[in-house]
Nanobody, 120 residues
Framework: QVQLVESGGGLVQPGGSLRLSCAVS????????MGWYRQAPGKQRELVAT???????NYADALKGRFTISRDNAKNTVSLQMNSLNPEDTAVYYC??????????????WGQGTQVTVSS
């Protein structure tokens, strides 16, 4: 069984920073793309950023320059550095990982989500 455990969420003031981390554990043959998504109250889940195994990144246009995604393949972790946060960034942030299990089937895994609240 594969688990994704997120950490680093919380309450931050406008203009502040947070760093989210996600650790992947369990029986997985190979992780491919990893990423972060978010869902604000009353809205659909949306892409924040993704990163490939060889560190190619993709960001939501509105977040470029403020958010930075990174990963550590040796530790099966992905992180999201968020700067200059504003109240519109308030959401539950979900970690995502795509990969192959030991039967070489493509799988899509999700974390349980971590709350980020930007408020004064």
């Amino acid at each position: 069984q594969v688990q994704l455990v997120e950490s680093g969420g919380g309450l931050v003031q406008p203009g502040g920073s947070l760093r989210l981390s996600c650790a992947v554990s369990g029986s997985i043959f190979r992780l491919n793309n990893m990423g972060w998504y978010r869902q604000a109250p009353g809205k659909q889940r949306e892409l924040v950023a993704t990163i490939t195994y060889d560190d190619r990144t993709n960001y939501a246009d509105a977040l470029k320059g403020r958010f930075t995604i990174s990963r550590d393949n040796a530790k099966n972790t992905v992180s999201l550095q968020m700067n200059s946060l504003n109240p519109e960034d308030t959401a539950v942030y979900y970690c995502n990982a795509q990969g192959r299990d030991y039967s070489l089937r493509l799988r899509d895994y999700w974390g349980q989500g971590t709350q980020v609240t930007v408020s004064s």
